[in-house]
């Protein structure tokens, strides 16, 4: 089918532009990169290609081909994976905070009418405090591990970007979530 193709080049840049957000290729894609190696050097991907794959990267399991909808996060053990581990535990948890954000409760008990008025029933809002909470401490846990993960990998100024970007601005939309449902429920003019 392509007989006048006589090799493939991969190439890249890290920015669309200086002010976009990075697009380099992160170690969390590495998995993702030997697979598709795999594949065009011999035309086809058999389970035995991505065991073998798996097996180089050090996976304790196969590699999984989307690791963002699977349960746990991949135990494996290459340059960079506790990057390609963070990005799973961090999508993750940026999902969990996406569906806190649209649960009815908020939406229900903590929208911003009902905070500003004192139109709070604290039996509704603890349940959403505790989940909050929890979630923040995730993002907490994650801001710990953030830079011992990028340091071994990246240059100095990728991990303050990363965390400003992606990072911050989730934990500072929780941090706001839950001192308002602090605040209303330890409030005593709650109706």
Request: hydrophobic fraction near 45%; glycine fraction near 6%.
């Amino acid at each position: 089918k392509f007989k006048n193709i006589r090799g493939i080049a991969l190439t890249g840049w890290q920015r669309y532009d200086h002010f976009a957000v990075l697009c380099e290729l992160f170690p969390h894609g590495l998995p993702s990169l030997g697979l598709c190696l795999k594949l065009m050097q011999q035309g086809v991907l058999a389970p035995a290609d991505i065991d073998a794959l798996a097996k180089d990267m050090k996976f304790t399991t196969s590699i999984p081909i989307n690791p963002f909808v699977c349960a746990n996060i991949p135990v494996c053990n290459f340059p960079g994976s506790s990057v390609y581990q963070l990005m799973i535990e961090f999508v993750h948890a940026e999902a969990a905070c996406k569906e806190f954000f649209l649960l009815e409760g908020m939406a229900t008990w903590m929208n911003d009418y009902n905070v500003e008025r004192g139109f709070i029933n604290p039996i509704h809002v603890e349940p959403l405090l505790i989940r909050g909470q929890s979630l923040l401490q995730t993002f907490h846990a994650m801001e710990e591990k953030l830079h011992s993960s990028f340091a071994d990998v990246f240059v100095t100024g990728v991990e303050s970007e990363w965390r400003g970007v992606f990072l911050s601005p989730c934990v500072r939309r929780l941090e706001d979530a839950v001192e308002k449902a602090q605040r209303v429920v330890s409030d005593k003019h709650v109706v």
